[in-house]
Nanobody, 126 residues
């Protein structure tokens, strides 16, 4: 069973930055795509970004393109999400997940996975 532990969230002013981390166990991390999702209050969970097993291919939601970056360290079984130029609408609980397929498939999987971590809260204020 996959285990996902997100961390790095916090409170930040608009325009600020945060770096989220997700430690993964229970799967062969280096062969899986990794993705980030988020859920804002009163809204459904949505896709944010995904990266393939090697780290050379990534997909982003239009709302975060040019502001967020995704990376991974296969030696540490960890995926990262760098959040820059944060906006009020980025406030949400951020989750990560894994997929044996490519990152493109993760774009439609915001409700498709059985297991989720506890998430990490990101709060952006003006």
């Amino acid at each position: 069973q996959v285990q996902l532990v997100e961390s790095g969230g916090g409170s930040v002013q608009a325009g600020g930055s945060l770096r989220l981390s997700c430690a993964v166990s229970g799967v062969t991390f280096s062969t899986y795509s990794m993705g980030w999702f988020r859920q804002a209050p009163g809204k459904e969970r949505e896709f944010v970004a995904a990266i393939n097993w090697s780290g050379y291919s990534a997909n982003f939601a239009d709302s975060v393109k040019g502001r967020f970056a995704i990376s991974r360290d296969n030696a540490k079984n960890t995926v990262y999400l760098q959040l820059n130029s944060l906006k009020l609408e980025d406030t949400a609980v951020y989750y990560c997940n894994t997929d044996p397929r490519g990152p493109t498939y993760m774009m439609d999987m915001s409700t498709g996975y059985k297991y989720w971590g506890q998430g990490t809260q990101v709060t952006v204020s003006s």
